[in-house]
T-cell receptor, first 113, second 113 residues
């Protein structure tokens, strides 16, 4: 069964440092997403990406965040200057053209110290 | 017997019983709904979905019911097994084309042997 893969599984970074979280979506999917989940809370939408541009972003996705699809397979989330409150699980997801077949990766646990 | 959960944080059931997990969604314009299962340290795993033009959809041991009048969604799990223990989230997708999912708070299902 096709999978969304994310690397690394864990990332510890110092406050103020830049981090890049990486994802390989399912190959024939056209929509790509990032979500986050603070420990014990619900999953929150960050951003959706289609046709090489952001199609929607949430209030959480401020100027410190950016996404990129640098090649035909990878999809990245960059946090320029991490804050303590950025500590969370970050999930990448992808879906087909109808927004169905929605599949999540296993997540990257980001800890900002 | 059955165990019916209101939208409570935790639902505890006996192995072999049926479970019902409930969810109230927010947007009457949402046209697609998904139930996810999340085990500790993992990403959301697709269980079953339903479109707004349907009231009921059945899968293997799971049934989703949609009541658009009161914006209510439920997940029924037949013959609950220990492996069903997890957090269950409902998610709704709006009628727009961005694919954004809005997640509910989640219900922890505990299955007692």
């Amino acid at each position: 069964e096709p999978e969304v893969t994310q690397t690394p599984s864990h990332q510890v970074t110092q406050m103020g440092q830049e981090v890049i979280l990486r994802c390989v979506p399912i190959s024939n999917h056209l929509y790509f997403y990032w979500y986050r989940q603070i420990l014990g809370q619900k999953v929150e939408f960050l951003v959706s990406f289609y046709n090489n541009e952001i199609s929607e972003k949430s209030e959480i996705f401020d100027d410190q965040f950016s996404v990129e699809r640098p090649d035909g397979s990878n999809f990245t989330l960059k946090i320029r200057s991490t804050k303590l409150e950025d500590s969370a699980m970050y999930f990448c997801a992808s879906s087909d053209d109808l927004g169905e077949g929605y599949t999540f990766g296993s997540g990257t646990r980001l800890t900002v110290v | 017997g059955e165990s019916v959960g209101l939208h409570l944080p935790t639902l505890s059931v006996q192995e072999g019983d049926n479970s019902i997990i409930n969810c109230a969604y927010s947007n009457s314009a949402s046209d697609y709904f998904i139930w996810y299962k999340q085990e500790s340290g993992k990403g959301p795993q697709f269980i079953i979905d339903i479109r707004s033009n349907m009231d009921k959809r059945q899968g293997q041991r799971v049934t989703v019911l949609l009541n658009k009048t009161v914006k209510h969604l439920s997940l029924q799990i037949a013959a609950t097994q220990p492996g069903d223990s997890a957090v269950y989230f409902c998610a709704e997708k709006g009628s727009g084309n961005t694919g954004k999912l809005i997640f509910g708070q989640g219900t922890t299902l505990q299955v007692k042997p």
